[in-house]
């Protein structure tokens, strides 16, 4: 990989993982948690979701905060599902005009494209007001359950009810700071430097592309990754959409998949850098007491 390539896609890839700290600082609600710590505890979660299998890796984050900023594991969840509701809405829309862009590719016309994108955005902005209500509805439904069975039998729906308005709780107090424009703003910001990291290395790999064609490919392999079918690592799902995804854009066979593995091995690295370095700043302080 070409050196300067591989400085600008590992500075993506820094401030992607920046850019979503700064989301949790606006979405975190009881109390004002340093940067640094939540850039920390980002690093450590986005290392979990490339190492754990299925998907594992997303309960780290809520751990992390209860760890390490003595924050409650259920308003970790509010503030996770929030984050992971923003980013749905983001990439939405991100794919509807990357689609708009390679129409051709689909056998549908454009029309039913932006109609089907649409009605997935509005669900999503739709789930997202009303998460709470929903969220609500889901602990009643506990109660009841525990109501109707055993008392011994009764108390894992109890703590999973009270768990639930507790992130209920928590998921309407993030909505009453309305905070939409910065997180919004953090989450695409995030989502465009990880388009930019995937063009770096592309580049750095010598492929010759166009950022259109890299966010159109490497979309489909977060949609691929997205699945909670992966393995250790999350190899093989991405590297199966990234494939997928670049042969649309008209990659060869083998450019496609090499670059898919190769990409992955460097994030995986940088990754992995960046966490060494968080663990020992972590630490640092414990050693001077």
């Known amino acids: 990989m070409d050196p300067f390539w591989a400085i600008l896609g590992s500075t993506g890839y820094f401030l992607a993982i920046l850019f979503r700290a700064l989301r949790y600082k606006w979405l975190i609600h009881s109390r004002d948690i340093p940067l640094s710590e939540l850039f920390r505890i980002s690093v450590f979660y986005h290392l979990s979701l490339m190492v754990l299998p299925s998907k594992l890796g997303e309960l780290s984050y809520p751990y992390l905060l209860n760890k390490i900023s003595g924050?409650?594991?259920?308003?970790?969840?509010?503030?996770?599902?929030?984050?992971?509701?923003?980013?749905?809405?983001?990439?939405?829309?991100?794919?509807?005009?990357?689609?708009?862009?390679?129409?051709?590719f689909f056998k549908i016309h454009l029309f039913f494209v932006i109609l089907l994108s649409a009605f997935s955005i509005g669900l999503t902005l739709l789930v997202f007001f009303y998460m709470s209500n929903l969220l609500r509805f889901l602990s009643n439904l506990m109660g009841r359950i525990s109501q109707r069975i055993g008392t011994k039998s009764s108390k894992p729906f109890q703590w999973i009810q009270r768990k639930i308005h507790e992130i209920a709780e928590d998921f309407y107090a993030i909505k009453a700071r309305r905070t939409y424009f910065p997180v919004t703003l953090t989450s695409l910001a995030s989502w465009i430097t990880i388009y930019?990291?995937?063009?770096?290395?592309?580049?750095?790999?010598?492929?010759?592309?166009?950022?259109?064609?890299?966010?159109?490919?490497?979309?489909?392999?977060?949609?691929?990754?997205?699945?909670p079918i992966s393995g250790i690592g999350n190899w093989g799902t991405?590297?199966?959409?990234?494939?997928?995804?670049?042969?649309?854009?008209?990659?060869?066979?083998?450019?496609?998949?090499?670059?898919?593995?190769?990409v992955h091995i460097v994030i995986?690295?940088?990754?992995?850098?960046?966490?060494?370095?968080?663990?020992?700043?972590?630490n640092l302080p414990k050693k001077e007491q």
């Open 196 to 227: 930019w990291m995937f063009y770096a290395f592309l580049r750095g790999f010598g492929i010759e592309i166009s950022f259109l064609k890299v966010v159109f490919g490497s979309t489909i392999a977060v949609l691929a990754n997205a699945l």
């Open 268 to 282: 995986f690295v940088v990754c992995v850098v960046m966490g060494f370095i968080c663990w020992v700043s972590l």
């Open 71 to 104: 924050m409650s594991i259920t308003e970790g969840m509010a503030s996770l599902i929030a984050s992971r509701v923003y980013d749905f809405f983001i990439f939405l829309m991100i794919f509807l005009f990357a689609s708009i862009g390679f129409q051709s």
């Open 238 to 262: 991405l590297e199966a959409g990234w494939a997928a995804g670049f042969l649309m854009v008209g990659l060869s066979k083998e450019k496609a998949i090499a670059t898919g593995f190769g």
